[in-house]
Nanobody
C-alpha cells in the first residue's frame, strides 16, 4: 500500500507565496508521474501541474509563470512552489502519484493524498 501525505497549505494574502509538499511512503517499486490537482467548492477537480519521473513538466494555463512543480526522487517527495497567489487559487490541493508496485508487473496504480486547504484572501 502507498500513502501520500500533503503539507504546506494555509491562509495567505493575495500576492503571497506558499510551498506544498507531498511525501510518498509504503511499499512500491517506483513512482512514475506525479501531479497536483485542486478542487474549489462547486467545481470539478482540475489539474494544476504534473511532473514525470524524468522531470518533464506541464502546467494549467491559469498557473503558468506563477507555480513551479518539482520532485526529489530520492525522497519520494513532490513540491509545488506557488507565487503571486490570487483569490481564485483558493481550493483544496491534492497530490496524485502513479505508482508501480513491483518490478515484474508494469502496471501503474494511481494514489491520491487527503488534500490540503489553500486559502488566498483579497
Amino acid at each position: 500500500q502507498v500513502q501520500l501525505v500533503e503539507s504546506g497549505g494555509g491562509l495567505v494574502q493575495a500576492g503571497g507565496s506558499l510551498t506544498l509538499s507531498c511525501a510518498a511512503s509504503g511499499s512500491f517499486f517506483s513512482i512514475n508521474a506525479m501531479g497536483w490537482y485542486r478542487q474549489a467548492p462547486g467545481n470539478q477537480r482540475e489539474l494544476v501541474a504534473r511532473i514525470t519521473s524524468d522531470g518533464s513538466t506541464n502546467y494549467a494555463d491559469s498557473v503558468k509563470g506563477r507555480f513551479t512543480i518539482s520532485r526529489d526522487n530520492a525522497k519520494n517527495t513532490m513540491y509545488l512552489q506557488m507565487n503571486s497567489l490570487k483569490p481564485e487559487d483558493t481550493a483544496v490541493y491534492y497530490c496524485k502519484a502513479d505508482v508501480r508496485g513491483s518490478w515484474y508487473r508494469a502496471v501503474l496504480t494511481p494514489y491520491w493524498g487527503q488534500g490540503t486547504q489553500v486559502t488566498v484572501s483579497s
